[in-house]
């Protein structure tokens, strides 16, 4: 009997491949999901010394679940006629496998009993004459579905420790203009039903606060988020949903605000100025919508976090692409706006998730959408979304190199910044110069672009007016990091000495605040930065002293990206390593003669 080895987020055999042989499990967990009109369902695990994948060996037909490993996994593979053949010869074989058969079915009906229990009962009228689009069939192949082709899993990051992946906590906030508090609890409800993650009420002070009332939307929301945030790192959670029902009774506003588990943006994260409208008392006509727009919010804190996204999102993206195809009727423009760009974001989340599926791209078209849906009076939310934009085009041209998506991220950036003051949102203002930075650099990389290098550098020293090391030590040294790369291309172009001579002395700065005990991969990134500074200062002097330290940069790095799984960055090292060892051999230290 062969052993296979798996590691978490693997997939054993998708719905519907040919059944060719069944599994058991030696050690580790596998969650067995079977595709369903509103996303993938869990209807089965099996353990350690238990049989999964038999069904499809008895009754000829194809796998009828997808079979996803939670965790790392290691199988026994019995094929088909080697099963059949036990089967028939051993009755004590045959009377095990009916009762795991028959035990399986009882858990089935179980959990989907459980998905019907607790289900809000919807409220006939009181909706505004709102006509919601019906589910889309699962298996119809839409755009959405062409685009993904299959469900994807990735590697190459550290993965979480256990077989088990830690649900996501969300707290839900009192609803303002609710004084009764009856839209909570339902939302709460509906996060429940999301498999994979745990929702309860929070507080008893409404988000944004009713003393704020009279200020701006913009500043309104952003002193919501900022409470919300504070709840988050209180409650030690991973989603806080906060908003208000309309001055009619009729939608309530949902706003994410998100746990930031990481230092920078990432394309679809939630911002305090877009929002989900969802009818009050809503149904499951719209619970695809809102289950997708939840998984999109949260940011995963580990490798197995994400591969848990990536293999339900997709589902839940597919089960609400009807509000895009066609619009609900019944709704202000800036609800459709609205709903446009949540839909977006969650798609350019799932698109991260799954590289290479074409959904950055789609969130971009669907985001697009949403900045001509919205009204001229809500330009705050137009910028917005600008800036929303300007970080998913950035993430698909980082991704293709194309220049393309370069010139559209920059451009967005430009008409974010333009609608981004800085005496209001600082950070977000010199954040948003620090971005327009990079994209011109690359810009430059791809096509040659002088006029865009020029500017880039314009960018960067807005944003250091204000990102100080003392005041935003992490962005200041991510700030200088990209400065000292544009000063390695200008330096190496014009052969300047001086120039690169500064893009080394930028870099060792960074790293005073870039430590490998605290931020190893941020660490490794700029000692490789390093490295390549001196080894260009090497290259066009002549002189191979500071090989030296390049070689020691850049193996450096190579040792920290292998020890932290980071594999794509580790050949970068690696080649930057050869190429300075050979360099080494020929231009010795002034005074010195090169070896033979």
């Not at 060719?20 to 050690?27: G, K, L």
């Not at 893009?503 to 930065?529: F, K």
Request: proline residues 7%.
């Amino acid at each position: 009997m062969k052993t296979r080895k798996f590691r978490d987020g693997d997939i054993v055999y998708r719905e519907g491949e040919t059944s060719d042989s069944a599994y058991i499990v030696q050690s580790g967990r596998v969650e067995l999901f079977k595709d369903s009109g509103t996303g993938p369902m869990l209807i089965a695990t099996a353990g350690p010394d238990e049989l999964f994948g038999e069904t499809g060996l008895l009754d000829g037909r194809s796998r009828d679940a997808t079979a996803y490993c939670a965790g790392d996994v290691v199988l026994k593979v019995l094929p088909r006629r080697e099963f059949l053949r036990r089967i028939e010869n051993d009755p004590a074989t045959a009377m095990k496998v009916m009762a795991k058969l028959a035990q399986r079915l009882r858990e089935t009906d179980e959990r989907a009993a459980m998905g019907m229990a607790g289900l809000p009962v919807p409220v006939d009228g009181g909706q505004g004459g709102l006509i919601v689009p019906p589910p889309p069939d699962p298996r119809r192949q839409t755009l959405l579905t062409r685009l993904f082709g299959r469900w994807r899993s990735s590697g190459g990051e550290p993965r979480e420790s256990g077989s088990a992946v830690r649900p996501f906590r969300v707290l839900v906030a009192p609803f303002g203009n609710d004084p009764q508090d009856t839209q909570r609890p339902h939302v709460v409800a509906w996060v429940e039903q999301l498999e994979g993650f745990t929702a309860k009420p929070h507080g008893s002070k409404v988000l944004p606060a009713e003393s704020d009332a009279l200020l701006q939307p913009g500043e309104r929301f952003r002193r919501a988020a900022a409470t919300a945030r504070r709840w988050l790192a209180e409650g030690h959670a991973d989603l806080v949903l906060w908003g208000e029902v309309d001055s009619e009774g009729r939608m309530i506003q949902v706003h994410f605000t998100a746990a930031p588990w990481a230092e920078d943006d990432k394309p679809g994260l939630p911002q305090p100025l877009l929002w989900l409208p969802l009818p009050c008392y809503f149904d499951e006509g719209w619970a695809p919508l809102f289950h997708a727009a939840v998984m999109g919010a949260v940011e995963p804190r580990g490798e197995g976090q994400a591969q848990f996204l990536s293999l339900r999102l997709p589902g839940w993206m597919e089960a609400a692409r009807g509000f895009i195809d066609q619009p609900v009727d019944g709704l202000y423009q800036i609800e459709t706006a609205q709903i446009f760009a949540i839909y977006g974001m969650a798609a350019a989340v799932t698109g991260g998730l799954n590289p290479g599926t074409g959904l950055q791209e789609y969130g971009a078209e669907v985001l697009r959408s949403a900045i001509e849906w919205t009204p001229g009076e809500n330009a705050d939310v137009w910028y917005a979304l600008q800036r929303q934009l300007g970080l998913v085009y950035q993430a698909i041209a980082e991704r293709t190199n194309s220049p393309d998506y370069f010139h559209a991220a920059a451009e967005a950036y430009r008409q974010a910044i333009y609608g981004t003051e800085r005496g209001v949102e600082p950070e977000i203002w010199a954040s948003l110069h620090n971005r327009l930075g990079v994209v011109l650099f690359r810009l430059d990389m791809a096509e040659g672009n002088p006029d865009a290098l020029r500017e880039a550098v314009g960018a960067f020293q807005y944003a250091l007016t204000v990102f100080t090391r003392q005041s935003f030590p992490w962005q200041w040294a991510e700030v200088m990091h990209n400065v000292s790369q544009v000063l390695q291309v200008y330096g190496d172009a014009h052969r300047n000495q001086e120039v690169l001579e500064r893009a080394i002395g930028t870099i060792r700065n960074a790293l005073l605040v870039r430590r490998q005990e605290s931020v190893p991969l941020l660490w490794a990134a700029s000692r490789n930065s390093l490295g390549a500074a001196l080894f260009l200062l090497a290259k066009h002097t002549r002189d191979g002293a500071p090989l030296v330290e390049a070689v020691e940069c850049f193996s450096d790095a190579l040792t920290t990206y292998q020890q932290n799984g980071a594999r794509s960055q580790a050949r970068i090292a690696q080649k930057n390593l050869e190429r300075a060892q050979r360099l080494a051999g020929r231009v010795p230290p002034q005074g010195q003669e090169a070896r033979p």
